[in-house]
């Protein structure tokens, strides 16, 4: 068998090791995914059916952030179910870095990259498990746009898929335009480079132009020194920290033996490439425009263009012995996210039995009492009303606050500001939230975990397990 025919094999094997976990989940373990879901809902049942939400309407404007608002109806039209769909995105957000990562590899190297087949065991990264999944969607398009650029030099493949990057997401736009600046600067060739700004201009001409830009261009600068370090961990850790720390260790500790030994190879170029993406994770903020993590997530972008930049110079034993090492790190990391996922699916029950017991179209506050121990999708619990019940719910991704193509109905946009929409976890000891809004404008409370205290206008409606409901007097 040749070379090239053993790695598509180990490619092939790695990519249906991660979606393992994916085919096993019907609502997979990520943070974010119940109010991905919910969105995705509202945008089938109001383009296919014709059926619109109580409380939240679909906006066609062009947004930067629309690689789900866009492929999950279009899977549906093709047949799949909403939940059917929005798992085959899913993988396919899951899958996108990975798959650049392979092309970037093959156009820097021109030869089997066998050390990039590690990417595949940084997939499910920390900012994946909170179910970014726009954002890893358009990075494997920034990544591939990127290899497709330094293979053919061509304006127009650029200009395609930079403009499919930027409709994905804003911030795979930016980093793809990072990338193709600091190769460019490398290469020193006044023509590629006015090839390559014409074609990225001509997508950011578009945006400018016909892009909805209401959302404020507000910064903060939120993480300290010690939490930016955390993030360094992000795209080894998902879930678990010694899972994580046992993956990094494992990788690093073979790399470094590698290089040390003259197996590994960083290609030409490759250090403008990851200055370029350093500087940004120290100099950009926290938060640009209510997203959050926004330098936090370049950590990974960061490891995945090393992996590409990364030959290995040396023989079929060590080249197996990467393969292996990828599929290792790779089984860890799903064996930690299907457990995670399980156990997820034995709570969502207790939370679907509660949500089927609120009224029809009945606005809904929620709040989780416990600790909170990193990602978990219980704090979006509350969207199964969304689409079951037709329920209002203050945490929905909804513009003006992210940016979606699904609006909050300007008649209930006060409703979100009487409360906390999105992180309502009281952790032991804290204060208790701010219950006098809740009595005279929302209809029920969704309460997740042991509450200490409860407002006075509320009385108990359904208890399922984990999961409580309590009417709300006026």
Known sequence: MSEKALFALATLALTALLLVPIWQSEHPGLADYPNHLARAHILVESQLHGREHAYYEVRHAFVPNLALDVAVPLLAAAGLSTQDAMRVFTAAALLMPVAGTLALAWALQRAVPWLALLAFALAYSRYFAW????????????????AVWIRWRAAAPLFVLGLLALASHLMGFGVLAALVAAHELWRRERRGALAAGLALGACAALYLVFAERALPLTFAWNDGLLTRLQH?????????PVTGALVAAAMLIVLRVLHRRGRLVLQPGWLPLAAVLAVLLVAMPSMIMESHFVAARLVVVLALVLLACAALRAGWQAKLGVAALAVALAGTKVAEVSTVWSRWAAEL?????????IPT???????????HRGPYPARHAAAFAVIEREAFV??????????????????????????????VVVKPGSRAPPWAPLCGAYDVLLVIGEPP??????SPLAIGGRAALYTLRK
């Open 453 to 458: 205290n409860l407002p006075d206008c509320s």
């Open 361 to 371: 179209q009945a606005r809904v506050a929620w709040v989780v009492f416990g600790p």
């Open 131 to 146: 179910g970014f999944l726009n954002y890893f969607f358009s990075i494997g398009i920034a990544l591939l746009a990127l």
């Open 394 to 423: 203050p945490s929905f991704f909804g513009f003006p606050f992210n940016g979606e193509s699904v609006a909050f109905r300007p008649a209930v946009r006060p409703l979100v500001e009487l409360w906390i929409r999105d992180d």
């Open 232 to 240: 360094l961990a992000s795209p080894w850790i998902a879930y678990e």
């Open 349 to 357: 029950p207790d939370y679907r039995r509660v949500v089927a017991a």
